[in-house]
C-alpha cells in the first residue's frame, strides 16, 4: 500500500500564499499519478490539480484560475501544491491522493489512496 501524510494547511488572509507538502511512503513504486483534491463544509469533493509521477504532464481546474502550482520531488518522495493570492472560496479540507494506473485524472475513483486532509482557512 501507499501512505500520505500531508503538512502546510493553517489559517490565512486573503491574498496570502501557502504550500501544502505530502509525503508518501509505502509502494511508491505502484504511483503513477498524485493529485489534490478539496472539500469544502456542506459541498461535494472538487478535483484541484494533479502531476504525473514520472514526465512533467500537469492538469489544474478551472476554479484556481492560474494561482495554484503542482510540483513534486521524487528523491523525497512528496508532493507540493503551491497556492498563492487565496480567497475565502479556497477554504477547505485539501487532500492528496494516488493514483495507481492510467485514468481520468479527475475523476476521484480512481485514487486509491488518500491522505488525511489538512485545513485551510481563509479570512477575508
Known amino acids: 500500500q501507499v501512505q500520505l501524510v500531508e503538512s502546510g494547511g493553517g489559517l490565512v488572509q486573503a491574498g496570502a500564499s501557502l504550500r501544502l507538502s505530502c509525503a508518501t511512503s509505502?509502494?511508491?513504486?505502484?504511483?503513477?499519478?498524485m493529485g489534490w483534491f478539496r472539500q469544502a463544509s456542506g459541498k461535494e469533493r472538487e478535483f484541484v490539480a494533479a502531476i504525473d509521477w514520472r514526465g512533467d504532464s500537469t492538469y489544474y481546474a478551472d476554479s484556481e484560475k492560474g494561482r495554484f502550482t503542482i510540483s513534486r520531488d521524487n528523491a523525497k518522495n512528496t508532493v507540493y501544491l503551491q497556492m498563492n493570492n487565496l480567497e475565502r472560496e479556497d477554504t477547505a479540507v485539501y487532500y492528496c491522493a494516488a493514483q495507481t494506473s492510467s485514468g481520468t485524472y479527475w475523476y476521484t475513483p480512481n485514487y486509491a489512496y488518500w491522505g488525511q486532509g489538512t485545513q485551510v482557512t481563509v479570512s477575508s
Open positions: 509505502g509502494r511508491t513504486i505502484s504511483v503513477y499519478r
